[in-house]
């Protein structure tokens, strides 16, 4: 495919690294991926999703975007953000409130950093979420909010 304009800050690898490092975590939980406009993952349950992506502006250093929420995706039809980005709940001591500051430019950096969010991010601070509707209905009342 040849690539114009801000194609060129797509990170073409980042689907199937992210489905082969969170595909069958998410999985056991009955979360089915989709495949993102930019290439990232949205892992869907029902109406509840983990939406695993990337920002393209930060290229060649990719950050990180973890979301979790409920709807077709990150924004609803009117715009408005329907999830609670990760950083903002995570807790400010320990090194999971780092991930913010986490970034990669190839397949092994990323491999290891979403090697590191399933170990140290997803069952402690996104799953309790997903499992308590009521929770993560005031998680993103608190993040819209801000």
């Not at 060129?8 to 969170?22: D, M």
Request: hydrophobic share 40%; with cysteine; proline share 4%.
């Amino acid at each position: 495919m040849n690539q114009h304009g801000w194609e060129k800050l797509l990170c073409n690898y980042f689907y199937p690294v992210c489905l082969e490092v969170l595909s069958a975590y998410f999985s056991e939980y009955g979360f089915v991926p989709e495949k993102n406009k930019i290439g990232g993952v949205t892992f869907r349950k029902h109406d509840v999703f983990v939406e695993i992506s990337y920002d393209p502006e930060t290229y060649p250093r990719y950050s990180l975007t973890v979301v979790v929420g409920i709807g077709a995706g990150s924004y609803d039809d009117w715009g408005r953000f329907t999830g609670v980005p990760v950083w903002s709940i995570l807790a400010k001591d320990g090194v999971s409130s780092k991930f913010s500051i986490w970034t990669f430019s190839n397949k092994n950096e990323l491999r290891n950093m979403l090697s590191k969010i399933r170990a140290m991010v997803l069952d402690k601070y996104i799953k309790p979420l997903w499992e308590d509707r009521v929770k993560l209905e005031q998680e993103i009342k608190k993040f819209v909010a801000i």
